[in-house]
């Protein structure tokens, strides 16, 4: 896909090869010495201190040829890097920097497309993805021919949110999409989601009891509180939504509620003591 100026990268590796090439001559005469000056212990002829400083210039020596070894694989794959090559068969959706411009380490060079599967990308509002279970399918239609379609599931919901729009970026792996629906086409996208009762109420909100989760429930004419099971459908760090355990009109206790118990009469914040 693309190729850097190599000529350093390859000064480099021809270093390390005639470094190696050297370790390992002096490794061959370190080796035969150390074997000479063995036999000659054998026969009494040398000293032991002749003898510990050849095993010493073997060691030496071998450790040199390791090292050597070593920058010369660094070498090699310094050269490697001077060339961007694609991991997967795919198109070129967009290059970056031109023939002969000055690149960073980590900058974008070109992104491509695989062939082995599309996806249609849209941007959702929060509320989309807490609503949303895991296994929604989601038909896939060109916006310019709504006849061309293909369906597809989440594949990647983004970790955060567009820092201008706050909607989050999800990906739809598309399953067998059409010719006609080619890369960098318009899409739109349509679900069906299930729209049973729902209550949303702070996280705050949230106990347990039976360890299960409750909340505590006020009662309007004697101002007080009684724990109540609950079903928690989804929740987050801000908001819960309760599938059952709540009915509309409720009034449910979202400060204090681990300091509360059965009976206990409160005050309503902003009411009169």
């Known amino acids: 896909m693309a190729q850097l100026e190599s000529q350093d990268q390859l000064s480099a590796l021809r270093q390390a090869q005639a470094a190696l090439a050297a370790a390992q001559g002096q490794l061959t005469q370190a080796r035969n010495h150390f074997e000479r000056q063995q036999t000659l212990l054998a026969q009494g002829w040398t000293t032991r201190a002749n003898f ?12 040199n040829v390791e090292m050597a070894e070593a920058q010369l694989n ?5 050269v490697s890097f001077t060339e961007l090559r694609a991991d997967a068969p795919g198109k070129i959706t967009e290059t970056g920097p031109a023939a002969g411009e000055v690149v960073q380490a980590g900058q974008t060079i070109a ?55 706050r909607t989050f970026e999800i990906k739809i792996g598309l399953r067998d999409p059409p010719a006609a629906m080619r890369l960098g086409a318009t899409v739109t996208g349509r679900v069906e989601m299930s729209a049973g009762p729902m209550i949303d109420i702070p996280a705050t909100a949230l106990t347990r009891m039976n360890r299960q989760p409750a909340v505590w429930i006020l009662d309007p004419a004697t101002k007080t509180v009684a724990i109540r099971n609950v079903d928690v459908l989804r929740f987050d760090q801000a908001q819960v939504i309760i599938s059952q355990g709540l009915d509309i009109g409720e009034v449910v206790v ?10 206990q009469r409160v005050r309503v914040l902003g009411s009169e003591p």
């Open 52 to 63: 510990e400083a050849a095993t010493q210039a073997q060691q030496t020596a071998q450790s």
């Open 74 to 78: 660094s070498a090699h794959d310094q």
């Open 111 to 165: 992104r491509i497309a695989r062939q082995d599967g599309r996806d249609a990308v849209f941007d959702m509002p929060a509320q989309f993805v807490r609503a949303a279970p895991a296994n929604l399918l989601v038909s896939v239609s060109l916006t310019d021919d709504p006849a061309v379609t293909a369906e597809g599931r989440i594949r990647q919901v983004a970790a955060q949110a567009n820092p201008v729009t």
């Open 254 to 263: 979202t400060a204090g509620v681990q300091a509360l118990h059965p009976g």
